[in-house]
């Protein structure tokens, strides 16, 4: 048999990652962290949000696999074994999940669903004037493939779309702004801002007191992306100094959100716990089987993370 992959996660699939496995690649030494026996044993790590140093003591490791489409909880172990492949999960379900949940969120903002929920508690009926969509401009920052499916689909809603990269991306019906120079023009025509970018050293606190302030009078943000974009008493400031209209937030600088946080109890702000996107092993899992045949055969590895740039 093959060297032992060990499933280096606290969430409770590992049943389900075992079994998807095993359909795909036969009978394997599957370990999790509670039975990970001897580590020298182990050739893949599939991993979220591992303890620092662990990986390291995998001594003859070949593969890491984010069970994530993001790897930034993998590139914050400094001890992680260098020039090891990494590569991430590429999940069709994943990157549906979260383009329905900014669709979602964004489509309660323009349709003014809480005042008329709040109406609808008073028994008041009372239409509100409204902006038609060919007028409310979405944007979204970060084009990788939840980037760019997510901008797809608010096109096809008919609003005028634009999207910000990191690099210059042409994407056919959507406004492209890249680089610094970029940013502030894009954030100008954001009424809808939603935040899909990868957490690298780059865009760590990016979402701070002079993006929001660049974002137009009214305008809502949605966060699907990580917490540490956000500088969060910039946030606050601007959703109560009446810059922004609201914000609904699936990620977080440390999560689970602390209860006395104040997003807990803010008005204007929506809370939910990182569920934007649920890792499915079964829709997860052919990528993963993939990699680990390509490893085993000398082949090039499919979805494979530049530790440089982080995604
Ligand atoms: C991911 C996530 O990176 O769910 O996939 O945050």
Known sequence: M??????????????????????????????????????????????????????????????????????????????????????????????????????????????EIDRYAESQRARLWQPLDFIDTIHRRVGVMGLGTIGQDTTRKFAALGFPTAGWSRTAKTLPGIETFHGQDGFARFLARCDILVDILPLTRDTRGILDAAAFARLPKGAYFINIARGGHVVDAALLAALDSGHLAGAALDVFHQEPLAADHPYWTHPKVRVTPHIAGATNPRTASPGVIENIKRLRAGRELINRVDPKTGY
């Open 2 to 111: 093959s060297g032992a992959i060990a499933y280096i996660s606290r969430d409770t699939d590992s049943a389900q990652w075992k079994t998807v496995l095993e359909a795909g690649l036969g009978p394997i030494d599957f370990r999790t962290l509670d039975r990970l026996g001897n580590t020298d044993e182990i050739e893949i790590a599939l991993a979220w949000k591992p303890d620092r140093g662990l990986i390291a003591t995998f001594e003859k490791v070949k593969l890491i696999v984010s069970l994530g489409m993001g790897v930034d909880h993998l590139l914050a172990d400094d001890k992680l074994p260098q020039g090891v492949p990494i590569v991430r999960i590429m999940d069709e379900g994943l990157v549906g999940q979260m383009s329905e949940y900014a669709l979602y969120w964004a489509l309660r903002h323009h349709r």
